[in-house]
């Protein structure tokens, strides 16, 4: 999606970075973040098991809460923090690729260098 929307300079799966984006463009500090629906507990596609529902309510609870800590963690340090739900990826490529555009045109013109 990023090749073909004609971005350049990120990196995959960035690990030495807070939280570990599954992309980031350093130099501009923005994290990108893909939130799987299961995992995340999507408002829209999330269904809760049936078994052992006290484990995946849980489970979910504490991804959602890490999310915001890492999230915030990487804002009070600088970075442009970007999450998308794994179900827009295929349903709405062209406005994620504008918002990516946007955070990375902002934190340009702000100087910040990585």
């Known amino acids: 999606m990023m090749i073909r929307g004609g971005l350049k300079g ?4 960035a690990s ?8 980031a463009f350093a130099a501009e500090r923005v994290a990108i973040f893909v939130d ?20 995946w309510s849980t489970k979910v609870s504490r991804n959602r809460s890490r ?6 963690k990487l804002r009070r340090s600088g970075w ?9 990826l295929r349903a ?5 690729i504008s918002r ?8 340009q013109g702000r100087g ?3």
């Open 10 to 13: 990120w990196k995959v799966c």
């Open 16 to 23: 030495e970075i807070e939280g570990r984006p599954d992309f």
């Open 36 to 55: 799987g629906c299961h995992w995340h507990g999507c408002p829209k596609c999330y269904r809760a098991p049936a078994s052992n529902a006290a484990y």
């Open 67 to 72: 999310d915001k800590i890492v999230s915030s």
């Open 80 to 88: 442009r923090v970007l999450r998308f739900w794994e179900h827009e």
């Open 92 to 96: 709405s490529s062209k406005r994620i």
């Open 100 to 107: 990516i555009v946007e955070a990375l045109e902002a934190s």
């Open 112 to 114: 910040v260098e990585g």
